[in-house]
Nanobody
Framework: QVQLVESGGGLVQPGGSLRLPCAAS????????MGWYRQTPAKQRELVATITSGGITDYANSVKGRFTISRDNAKKTVYLQMNGLKPEDTAVYYC???????????????WGQGTQVTVSS
């Protein structure tokens, strides 16, 4: 059973920083792309940042220059470093990974359970 677990969320003041790790566990033979998404009650889930297996990154315009995505393949973990946080960054943040559980199976998307980030003074 593959499981993704996010952590690191919490309450932070505007201008502050948080680092979100997301670790995968279970029977995984390979991980391709990893990414972070966020959702609020008023909006659909939106892409925040992605990183390919080769380390190529992509960001939503709203977070460029403030957020940094990185990965540690040995630890099966993706990170989101968030600096210069704004109240509009408040959301539940979800990680996603494209994984293979065996070389005989196809790739599948797996999601974490989400971690709340609240930016408020």
């Amino acid at each position: 059973q593959v499981q993704l677990v996010e952590s690191g969320g919490g309450l932070v003041q505007p201008g502050g920083s948080l680092r979100l790790p997301c670790a995968a566990s279970g029977s995984i033979v390979s991980i391709s792309a990893m990414g972070w998404y966020r959702q609020t009650p008023a909006k659909q889930r939106e892409l925040v940042a992605t990183i390919t297996s080769g380390g190529i990154t992509d960001y939503a315009n709203s977070v460029k220059g403030r957020f940094t995505i990185s990965r540690d393949n040995a630890k099966k973990t993706v990170y989101l470093q968030m600096n210069g946080l704004k109240p509009e960054d408040t959301a539940v943040y979800y990680c996603k990974m494209d994984v293979r559980i065996s070389f005989a199976t196809t790739w599948s998307n797996r999601w974490g359970q989400g971690t709340q980030v609240t930016v408020s003074s």
